[in-house]
């Protein structure tokens, strides 16, 4: 099982060795592979190689999708802005012994941009945010930084009123 390592936040790449690979992403890996930022290139890559551990396949194939789509109109932009591969491609570590319920992308706080866009549009980019188009037109902000792993600061039961 091979790793990606980038230097920025320590992103190990994608555990998984499901190794699948549709004719149709063969084909359109050749385009896209040239326009890439050498940022993201890699991760791309192995991402495109093989569905991640506890990643649904339908998940990982509209992931393949948003991640062109993304690197071809906001990739230069994304590097210019700080932007890490942990930051659009990240997958939250997987336990040693997960639960057989547990969603691998059921953490927004340690899930990347391209896991979130499901099919929709990014409008803007900054160095920390993305602002993200839903179907009904409604803007979402993706925080690139201190995302909540449980909720707004101050939703604690231990901060008393």
Not at 54 to 79: H, K, T, Y
Not at 112 to 119: A, H, K, S, V
Not at 131 to 147: F, I, M, Q, W
Request: charged fraction near 30%; include cysteine; charge should be negative.
């Amino acid at each position: 099982m091979a790793r990606v390592t980038t230097a920025e936040r320590g992103f190990e790449g994608f555990e998984g060795d499901r190794g699948r690979r549709s004719a149709d992403n063969e084909r359109a890996s050749g385009a896209a592979e040239q326009t890439l930022p050498d940022r993201f290139c890699r991760t791309f890559e192995d991402l495109e190689s093989r569905c991640p551990d506890l990643v649904p396949n339908d998940r990982w194939q509209q992931a393949i999708q948003d991640s062109r789509c993304f690197l071809a109109q906001w990739g230069s932009q994304a590097e210019a802005r700080g932007w890490t591969a942990g930051d659009l491609f990240g997958l939250g570590p997987l336990p040693d012994r997960p639960h057989p319920s547990y969603r691998r992308l059921s953490r927004y706080d340690e899930t990347g941009l391209i896991w979130l866009l499901q099919g929709r549009r990014v409008l803007a980019l900054t160095e920390s945010d993305a602002a993200v188009e839903s179907p009904t037109g409604a803007v979402t902000v993706y925080r690139r930084h201190n995302k909540p792993a449980l909720g707004p600061l101050g939703d604690s039961l231990d901060d008393p009123p």
